[in-house]
């Protein structure tokens, strides 16, 4: 139905069942507003002689709603599409009335700046929202925004306002829907190629938001069209400077991932960029880069929680080295690629479709089993030892731990392309979990779901089981048994030790390289704390391998191994 129709069907009872935050942003005109959870205990306040029109983002919600009603008696449908697709076929939306006091049009003074930080660890990655107690601004938004809007709602601030530093390379953004849900401007480099409204800024181009002022500052380097924002209060003094991937703490972004052919031009220009920041910005302007805290998208590990402009020209590289031996520096540095990261640019210049956090259906013990003699993943998320002890045959371990980085690099750099995915997990709460960290790759709407006890998951058919052992232990078995030691470490890992004899094939090339590794030897396999080893384990052994886990606990090594064991680097 288009807004049209709607507005000419005066029998229809319009419910909206998004949460609060979401009702505040705009409304269908006409529509009331009982939240999802809250509508067993309301029923009673619908008409069950006039047909429901059911609203919420999307459309996925409503679905469910809609289908729960009529096994109630009632006559119910979706609203297709959601507030999004009503916006989009030209609908209006009502805004919340606000109370204040009758005639007063005086607006309020704008107060202090503060800057809030976005923590995502999974991604190594920080988002920021800055306010002046009216007016908010937000840079570089990940893709689950409820973040943002309960902050927003929290502060009681409004967004005017979304920066984004570049088209990003390691997430998708969450900018586009954040902008697009509160009615805030989208502000992107001028000089990047996207299919959506927004407002294209070049180098010194400045803009007000309430009391505050970003200026524009080109700091190409991380990609060719790089843009850092030099934050402002009303009075003019320096706040902070949003570098994205440009000065990081102690380090820079890396420089590979438009291609290997534009690594080094863009190292150089990476060089002048935050050369010009510290040239340009007062020692005590703090630095709030987005990458830099576990991010691939790092050219070197960095350093500490927080920076200003005076603490980088005292270490970052770009500001210690000349040219040609920052570039050398950054270029021998430079690590793999994560596989999921090829997919994000085309995707962020695209436009994301609306994310949708709706758990998904609950999948059967017969269901999992059949996914997995078809071929598909089924991901288990409890802690590698329970999966050590008992786990379905073929499942596979990826543990959602905190910090959940291991678990987001390791299944988006591993899952191909396509693939149906279904996750098992002990409670709803930890499937939810999962479902936001991937879905900040693109990896949207899993197959299906399923929790509780593992043995009732299998539907009482027979577990399997994952052999773990210490160094030591593998240290001793190899004094009388022919075992293959399989190390899933990354390459750049080496220097740390490894264990003489051992065949070297990092997680991420595993898949594709199964055919190096024999199928009459036992398999030891470690990494550095058992992490990927456990992933590696899992995989071997859901394609018939002999394998052992090598898991010593926290912080176990080749470098914790007998010394006869290991070989320095």
């Keep these: 139905m288009t807004p049209d129709q709607i507005a000419a069907r005066s029998d229809l009872q319009l419910l909206d069942i998004r949460e609060l935050h979401e009702w505040n942003t705009g409304r269908v005109p006409g529509s009331r507003h009982i939240p999802m959870d809250e509508i067993p205990d309301r029923l009673g306040e619908l008409d069950p002689a006039r047909p429901i029109l059911v609203i919420c983002r999307s459309g996925r919600r409503a679905d469910r709603i809609s289908a729960w009603l009529g096994g109630h008696g009632y006559d119910a449908r979706t609203l297709t599409g959601g507030i999004l697709q009503w916006r989009r076929e030209g609908g209006t939306l009502e805004q919340p009335s606000?109370?204040?006091?009758?005639?007063?049009?005086?607006?309020?003074?704008?107060?202090?700046?503060?800057?809030?930080?976005?923590?995502?660890?999974?991604?190594?990655?920080?988002?920021?929202?800055?306010?002046?107690?009216?007016?908010?601004?937000?840079?570089?938004?990940?893709?689950?925004?409820?973040?943002?809007?309960?902050?927003?709602?929290?502060?009681?601030?409004?967004?005017?306002?979304?920066?984004?530093?570049?088209?990003?390379?390691?997430?998708?953004?969450?900018?586009?829907?954040?902008?697009?849900?509160?009615g805030a401007t989208y502000v992107l480099p001028t000089a990047e190629k996207v299919s959506y409204p927004h407002l294209g800024v070049a180098d010194g181009d400045v803009i007000e938001a309430g009391g505050m002022r970003i200026r524009v500052v080109a700091t190409p380097g991380h990609t060719h069209h790089h843009m850092s924002y030099l934050l402002t209060d009303a009075a003019g003094g320096e706040v902070a400077a949003f570098t994205g991937g440009s000065m990081l703490y102690g380090t820079t972004g890396r420089t590979d991932l438009l291609g290997s052919e534009h690594t080094e031009p863009l190292a150089r220009s990476q060089h002048a960029s935050v050369r010009r920041l510290a040239a340009e910005l007062a020692p005590a302007t703090r630095v709030l880069p987005t990458h830099?805290?576990?991010?691939y998208c790092a050219a070197t590990p960095a350093d500490g929680d927080d920076s200003t402009i005076g603490r980088e020209r005292e270490r970052n590289p770009a500001l210690l080295l000349d040219e040609d031996a920052y570039?050398?520096?950054?270029?021998?540095?430079?690590?793999?690629?994560?596989?999921?990261?090829?997919?994000?640019?085309?995707?962020?210049?695209?436009?994301?479709?609306?994310?949708?956090?709706?758990?998904?259906?609950?999948?059967?013990?017969?269901?999992?089993?059949?996914?997995?003699?078809?071929?598909?993943?089924?991901?288990?998320?409890?802690?590698?030892?329970?999966?050590?002890?008992?786990?379905?045959?073929?499942?596979?371990?990826?543990?959602?731990?905190?910090?959940?980085?291991?678990?987001?690099?390791?299944?988006?750099?591993?899952?191909?392309?396509?693939?149906?995915?279904?996750?098992?997990?002990?409670?709803?709460?930890?499937?939810?979990?999962?479902?936001?960290?991937?879905?900040?790759?693109?990896?949207?709407?899993?197959?299906?779901?399923?929790?509780?006890?593992?043995?009732?998951?299998?539907?009482?058919?027979?577990?399997?089981?994952?052999?773990?052992?210490?160094?030591?232990?593998?240290?001793?078995?190899?004094?009388?048994?022919?075992?293959?030691?399989?190390?899933?470490?990354?390459?750049?890992?080496?220097?740390?030790?490894?264990?003489?004899?051992?065949?070297?094939?990092?997680?991420?090339?595993?898949?594709?390289?199964?055919?190096?590794?024999?199928?009459?030897?036992?398999?030891?396999?470690?990494?550095?704390?058992?992490?990927?080893?456990?992933?590696?384990?899992?995989?071997?052994?859901?394609?018939?391998?002999?394998?052992?886990?090598?898991?010593?606990?926290?912080?176990?090594?080749?470098?914790?191994?007998?010394?006869?064991?290991?070989?320095?680097?």
């Design 98 to 182: 606000v109370a204040g006091p009758v005639g007063s049009m005086e607006q309020p003074t704008a107060g202090p700046v503060t800057v809030e930080i976005i923590q995502t660890p999974g991604l190594g990655n920080r988002s920021y929202l800055a306010h002046d107690g009216e007016v908010a601004l937000v840079v570089d938004p990940q893709r689950d925004t409820d973040r943002i809007r309960v902050l927003l709602d929290t502060t009681g601030v409004r967004l005017s306002h979304v920066f984004e530093t570049h088209i990003h390379n390691d997430y998708v953004t969450g900018g586009l829907q954040l902008s697009q849900e509160l």
């Design 327 to 569: 570039v050398e520096e950054l270029l021998a540095a430079l690590t793999d690629i994560p596989a999921w990261y090829a997919r994000m640019a085309p995707l962020n210049q695209a436009g994301p479709p609306p994310v949708d956090l709706t758990l998904p259906r609950e999948a059967t013990a017969r269901e999992l089993r059949f996914r997995i003699d078809a071929g598909e993943w089924v991901v288990d998320l409890r802690d590698r030892i329970a999966y050590a002890r008992a786990h379905l045959p073929g499942s596979l371990s990826f543990e959602l731990s905190e910090p959940s980085a291991n678990f987001l690099t390791q299944l988006g750099w591993l899952l191909p392309d396509g693939m149906p995915l279904t996750l098992i997990g002990e409670t709803p709460r930890q499937v939810a979990e999962a479902q936001r960290e991937l879905v900040r790759i693109g990896i949207d709407e899993p197959a299906g779901a399923a929790t509780g006890p593992i043995e009732t998951l299998a539907g009482h058919a027979p577990l399997a089981s994952l052999p773990r052992a210490s160094f030591d232990e593998l240290a001793r078995t190899r004094e009388s048994a022919d075992v293959l030691v399989l190390d899933v470490r990354r390459a750049a890992e080496h220097a740390d030790g490894v264990l003489d004899g051992s065949v070297r094939i990092p997680l991420h090339g595993l898949m594709t390289r199964l055919g190096e590794l024999p199928r009459d030897r036992q398999i030891w396999v470690h990494c550095a704390s058992g992490y990927r080893a456990t992933v590696a384990a899992g995989l071997l052994k859901a394609h018939g391998y002999d394998v052992v886990l090598v898991d010593g606990g926290p912080g176990a090594s080749p470098a914790s191994a007998p010394p006869d064991a290991r070989v320095p680097r």
């Design 292 to 295: 830099g805290f576990g991010s």
